[in-house]
C-alpha cells in the first residue's frame, strides 16, 4: 500500500491510495480490529466501510455503547482487513456534526439504503454519534491477522 503524506493532505495527515479506496469501495463489508482498552487484546468485528473518494469512514449502527468503537477512541489505532491485507489504521473519531450527517448520503449511495440523517440543530443520532475516519497508520509496524 502506497500512503500519501504529502501537504495538499492537509491537517489530517496521511491518505489511503486510490488501490486502497478502490478496495473499499468495492467490499460491501470488511472487517476491523481494535484493541481493548483495558486489556489491549485484539477484538475483530465485521463493519461497513464507505468512502468520498479521498477519505473512508466506519461507524457502529449501535451508537459508542458497542465496544469496538469505545476501543478505537481510546486506542486510536486499529486493522482494517482489506481485499486479503492487514492494514494499520488511525481512528479519528468524527465530532464535527455536518460531517457525521454526510455519512448518510455515502452510506445510502453505496449500500442503496435509506438512512436519514438526524435534523440539523437536533443531537446526532446513535450511529452518527459513532463514526470515524480511518486514515494509514504509516508508523505501526505489520500485525499479524488477529
Known amino acids: ?7 495538499e493532505q492537509g491537517q489530517q495527515g496521511a ?11 468495492r467490499e ?3 472487517e476491523l480490529t ?9 477484538a475483530r468485528v465485521t463493519v461497513w ?7 473512508l469512514y466506519l ?3 449501535g451508537g459508542m455503547q458497542r465496544d469496538w468503537p469505545q476501543n478505537l477512541l ?14 494499520p489504521v488511525r481512528g479519528r473519531h468524527v465530532t464535527d456534526p455536518a460531517e457525521a450527517r454526510a455519512g448518510n448520503g455515502m452510506l445510502n ?8 440523517p438526524s435534523p440539523e440543530g437536533a443531537p446526532l443520532s446513535p450511529a452518527e454519534s459513532a463514526t470515524f475516519e480511518l486514515t494509514p497508520d504509516p508508523a505501526a509496524e505489520p500485525r499479524p491477522q488477529a
Open 1 to 7: 500500500m502506497h500512503v500519501d503524506n504529502s501537504a
Open 15 to 25: 491518505r489511503f491510495d486510490a488501490e486502497t479506496l478502490a478496495d473499499a469501495a
Open 28 to 30: 460491501r463489508e470488511v
Open 34 to 42: 481494535t484493541f481493548g482498552r483495558v486489556t489491549g487484546r485484539p
Open 49 to 55: 466501510v464507505w468512502g468520498d473518494g479521498q477519505r
Open 59 to 61: 461507524r457502529s449502527g
Open 74 to 87: 481510546a486506542r486510536g489505532r486499529g486493522i482494517l482487513h482489506l481485499a486479503g491485507r492487514d492494514i
Open 109 to 116: 449511495r453505496k449500500y442503496h439504503a435509506s438512512f436519514s
